[in-house]
């Protein structure tokens, strides 16, 4: 199957059954350059005086409608921040940001991607601190194998499979941090040494189910800022990531977002090499329960 855009093209893989999108428009994207265009935004007065969190149009998208938008999320006006360097009150600020963009593009699109790249290691191209949201009108791969497996336990027992990580995770050796609205754990089956899932303890399946400025949206927040502070301690430096939120608009999808750090012990990256990019099958060099430990020291929490 391939259904082709001006520059763009969805195409699906015959043996896996995955789709992929070829945009050869973004092979020239600015990278490296000295002037940073999130700043020119402001010097330009594009970007609206007085707002400290703004949306834009990716120059180089990889998806045009009717496949889909891309959207650049700003964090902030300052340029030389990272996500560990804000503010709670900044970080609450995005979080809404991730909200209202959810509610605009969930409107006109099957599947809304919210993400963030950071680190040169793993593809930021510009240091300015922000991240993306794609609105895509098919399912990716991903998103599609967890609708169903949610749909399919859902059907089979009555129960939701994140609802139940939730209860086995929340306090046990896995576990990072527990608050009243949120469960962050190192799942058994975690791909990287240090990734972290991060699942809402009510089951939501969009980030749009949580109250605007409530409770919910400043504890994802604050736990955000203490996880990505823990990796860069244990990392001894900033430590690459990718951080993606899973939702869907689909009753039985349960909102969680993963932080996926690329480092493995200081000064060490762990690559998806021949094994896991060739064959799909993850190598982790670490042990959940000890890496948890690991995070919640540096983050100051007790053992339970």
Known sequence: MSEEQPGERLVENPLLGDLLVQSPGRMNRREGTLQCPFCEDLNTGRWPEGVETWVRPNDFPALRPPLGECLVLLYAREHNLAFADLTLGQASAVVDLWQVVYADLGARYRCVLTFENAGAEIGQTQNHPHGQTYGVSFLPPVIERE??????????????????????????????????????????????????????????????????????????????????????????????????????????????????????????????????????????????????????????????
Request: overall charge negative; hydrophobic content about 40%; charged content about 20%.
């Open 147 to 304: 609708r169903a497996h949610f749909t399919a336990a859902r059907e089979s027992s009555g129960c939701c499979l994140g609802c139940d990580l939730v209860a086995a995770e929340s306090e046990g050796v896995r576990r990072v941090i527990s608050t009243p609205h949120w469960s962050s754990f190192i799942p058994p089956y975690a791909r990287y040494p240090y990734e972290v899932h991060l699942y809402a303890r009510d089951h939501l399946s969009t980030l749009s189910d949580l109250p605007r400025g409530g409770e919910s949206a400043k504890e994802l927040a604050a736990i955000l800022l203490d996880l990505v502070r823990a990796e860069n301690q244990v990392f001894e430096a900033p430590m690459p990531y990718m951080l993606v939120v899973h939702q869907l608009a689909n009753p039985d999808f349960h909102l969680h977002l993963e932080l996926l750090p690329v480092g493995r012990s200081p000064g060490k990256l762990k690559y998806a090499a021949s094994v896991e990019s060739g064959f799909g099958l993850w190598l982790n060099d670490a042990l959940p329960e000890v890496k948890a430990a690991e995070l919640r020291s540096a983050i100051g929490v007790r053992p339970g």
